[in-house]
């Protein structure tokens, strides 16, 4: 009897978890972003998020939670109930450094599923006109002449600005000396008033002045050169092989959400970036169609936060 009792409750709390992923979503889905609006991850959430209301049924409404690092908003994803209401726009540095430079209260490999990967973006080194190197091998020997007399400007501490520049100071042995500025537009405008004459900057608003003169452009810091500016080199390819710094983005829930949903949300997706007019307003952000599955996403996490973690313990990298 109490076999029989326990086989019906079992069917049927599985008959309700069917039933839930068949008729998913049956209410509107809230996107968390862990940035103010206007910056990269809100502009690729208003990218996508009106192909998904349309494919889905289901109005995506952006919720942004910026601040801490975006640990507010992954935050929130981590706490909520796995029903696949409440999703994270996930940030790289948030995901992958953040865990090794703050005391979190959550952990993003055990709280959070991975739903894709959808876009990645790689960062330029420019240098101010008046450091006297016009490319990447040049570069290097002045630095290794000049120890701590040039200043890499950054985002702030933990920012990609920041790892990707001590990721290059580590490979190279080469001594900067590390000013951060409170944001990447900051960062950028003391680079080309020569208040710091190198920066890791992102490719879009970077390339402009590139192209414009104000600012030399030696490197891409991906594995693979730009389509936007093939003549510019990787540093993998330049210097220090496997060099790999880029932003990406992609989705998240909270774990434990069904596989099914977790299956929707993507191949929902995955359709969505492929769509000509958000492969065109990616490019316009200078971002390259990405796609992972779940599994690959959640590997690449997992190998990202074990290089960052090894990089901030050996460089002594503290928070603010």
């Known amino acids: 009897m109490i076999r029989s009792l326990l086989f019906v409750a079992t069917c049927g709390a599985f008959g309700h978890a069917v039933a839930a992923e068949e008729i998913y979503p049956a209410r509107p889905i809230r996107l968390l972003v862990p940035f103010p609006p206007g910056g990269g991850a809100d502009t690729l959430g208003r990218i996508i998020t009106p192909k998904l209301s349309a494919a889905l049924g289901q109005q995506w409404v952006i919720d942004n939670r910026g601040g801490a690092a975006g640990n507010l908003a992954t935050e929130v994803v981590a706490r909520a ?28 490999i055990k709280d959070l599923q991975p739903i894709c990967m959808i876009a990645s973006a790689q960062y330029m080194l420019v240098l101010h006109p008046s450091v006297k190197a016009d490319n990447i091998k040049d570069f290097i020997e002045y630095v290794k002449a000049n120890p701590g007399k040039l200043n890499y400007a950054s985002a702030g501490v933990g920012s990609p600005l920041h790892l990707a520049a001590e990721l290059f ?18 960062a950028a405008a003391a680079v080309l008033g020569g208040e710091a004459q190198v920066l890791f900057g992102s490719f879009a608003s970077s390339h402009p002045h590139v192209k414009s003169g104000r600012l030399k452009g030696l490197a891409v810091t991906g594995l693979k050169r730009s389509a936007v500016a093939p003549d510019i080199p990787t540093i993998a390819e330049s210097a220090f092989p496997g060099f790999d710094v880029t932003a990406w983005y992609g989705f998240s829930a909270p774990a434990k959400t069904s596989p099914g949903i977790v299956k ?57």
Do not use: C
């Not at 409440?86 to 952990?107: G, I, M």
């Not at 929902?268 to 779940?294: C, F």
């Open 81 to 108: 109930a796995p029903d696949g209401y409440t999703l994270l726009l996930d940030f790289s540095t948030a995901l992958t450094v953040n865990p090794n430079l703050y005391k979190l209260p959550f952990d993003v």
């Open 169 to 186: 100071k580590y490979r190279g042995k080469l001594n900067l000396v590390h000013v951060p500025y409170k944001g990447g537009g900051p």
């Open 264 to 320: 929707r949300l993507y191949d929902e997706t995955m359709k969505a970036i492929k769509l000509p007019d958000v492969q065109e307003a990616l490019s316009r952000q200078g971002l390259d169609e990405s796609p992972l599955g779940p599994a690959e996403f959640a590997a690449r996490i997992k190998k990202e936060t074990a290089v960052w973690a090894k990089l901030i313990k050996d460089a002594g990298i503290h928070a603010d």
